[in-house]
């Protein structure tokens, strides 16, 4: 079973920048689709971008688009959550997860399609 591991977060001012990243020491983890998610007390986990085992394909949520980047290096087996222009509703504790996907759209955006997660890492942003 591939093991993610997640750095990088914090707590930071509105409009400001912060990477996240989900390795993997399994060679696996190259053939995996990537994505983030977050969660907040008391609500669902909810889809913020997704990418596909090449890379080649990414996706977001509408309330990220154009301020979060997703990206990949399969060479170092790491996902990379690139957030900029934080707003205070980007505040939740971030989740990477992984799996295989052998259908379009070769994304993982359901929790349910995920076969692994990471532990989660808390972002904050104060206003």
């Known amino acids: 079973q591939v093991q993610l591991i997640e750095s990088g977060g914090g707590s930071v001012q509105a409009g400001a920048s912060l990477s996240l990243s989900c390795s993997s020491s399994?060679?696996?983890?190259?053939?995996?689709?990537a994505s983030w998610f977050r969660q907040i007390p008391g609500k669902e986990r909810e889809f913020v971008a997704a990418i596909s085992w090449s890379g080649a394909l990414t996706d977001y949520a509408d309330s990220v688009k154009g301020r979060f980047t997703i990206s990949r290096v399969n060479s170092k087996r790491t996902a990379t959550l690139q957030m900029d222009s934080l707003k205070s509703d980007d505040t939740a504790v971030y989740y990477c997860?992984?799996?295989?996907?052998?259908?379009?759209?070769?994304?993982?955006?359901?929790?349910?399609?995920?076969?692994?997660w990471g532990q989660g890492t808390q972002v904050t942003v104060s206003s």
């Open positions: 997860a992984a799996g295989r996907v052998y259908a379009a759209p070769y994304l993982i955006k359901e929790v349910d399609h995920a076969d692994v």
């Open positions: 399994d060679r696996a983890f190259t053939n995996y689709a």
